[in-house]
């Protein structure tokens, strides 16, 4: 009896981490991306890279908008940069340039084009870390008040922004702002 069990063991073992496998195939690699939805924008100062001065995440309040994780030695961040540039003329657009260092962050920027409102400098990755990075690039869409909307780890394609931002978006500035609630 015990030789039996011997002779099927492996073949047990090896459909039931074959199942284990099928199991994970099935799942989304970026459902983790949800975990974090509802969560406010935490607060931080930090270099703007732009212009040398400091900025507060405060200031990104006050209209919905777009925080895009970045770093120039990044190659998926250099895909993305076009459509970051177009999107920029109709949103803002923030970047949190990610464990980079500034010097090179800036000379890329010059080369490829600025598509960033200001760029907050995390060059030790801890602002990311509150966040909830993975890694670069990553996309979130915040609301107006600094809530968190929705997230994309990987390259931002115009077909993500479409059908996973861009309705978010427009239902994020039909509500009232803090500035215009209780106007007439």
Known sequence: ???RLRLFLP??????LGAL???????DPYRQDEATLGRTLPTWQSENLLDGG???????????FVLNVWASWCPSCRAEHPLLSEL????????????????????WLAQVGNPYQAVL????????????VYGTPETYLFAADGTLL????????????????????ARARALPTPQTEGQP
């Not at 073949?11 to 039931?16: K, Q, V």
């Not at 400091?54 to 919905?64: F, H, N, Q, R």
């Open 54 to 64: 400091i900025i507060d995440t405060a200031e990104l309040k006050g209209e919905p």
């Open 11 to 16: 073949l047990i073992l090896t459909l039931g």
């Open 150 to 169: 929705s997230r994309h780890t990987g390259e931002l394609t115009k077909e993500v922004w479409q059908r996973q931002f861009a309705p978010l978006l």
């Open 121 to 132: 400098a995390d060059p030790d990755g801890k602002l990311a870390l509150e966040l909830g």
């Open 88 to 107: 920029a003329k109709t949103v803002p657009l923030y970047g949190l340039n990610y464990r980079d260092k500034g010097d090179a962050a800036r000379v």
């Open 21 to 27: 496998l099928w199991l994970g195939l099935g799942k």
């Open 1 to 3: 009896m015990r030789s």
